[in-house]
Nanobody, 114 residues
């Protein structure tokens, strides 16, 4: 059974940092990525990492966010720096295997501090 378990969301001040984690089980992930969904908006791609390739980022996070994997732990991380209040929302991880099996994490809430 495929399962993605996220952790690390929370409250962030403008300019602050958070690190999200997503531990995968039951899947040998070829592709892993992070997406986010702000209130009232569609889910959008933030960053992806594919086995054997360099990570890729949406333009609006380049230079601030870093996606990386721990292969041994089958875990993907998203280090987010210089966060802005408008980047609050639910952050989802996604994983897909070579055979096309895929799943989404439960979502981690990132909330901008008032």
């Amino acid at each position: 059974q495929v399962q993605l378990v996220e952790s690390g969301g929370g409250l962030v001040q403008a300019g602050g940092s958070l690190r999200l984690s997503c531990a995968a089980s039951g899947i040998s992930s070829r592709f892993m990525g992070w997406y986010r969904q702000a209130p009232g908006k569609e889910r959008e791609l933030v960053a992806t990492v594919i086995s054997g390739y360099a990570p890729d980022y949406a333009d609006f996070v380049k230079g601030r966010f870093t996606i990386y994997r721990d292969i041994a732990k089958n875990t993907v991380y998203l280090q987010m720096n210089s966060l802005q209040p408008e980047e609050a929302g639910v952050y989802y991880c996604y994983a897909e295997s070579v055979r096309g099996v895929d799943d989404w994490g439960q979502g981690g809430q990132v909330t901008g501090a008032a």
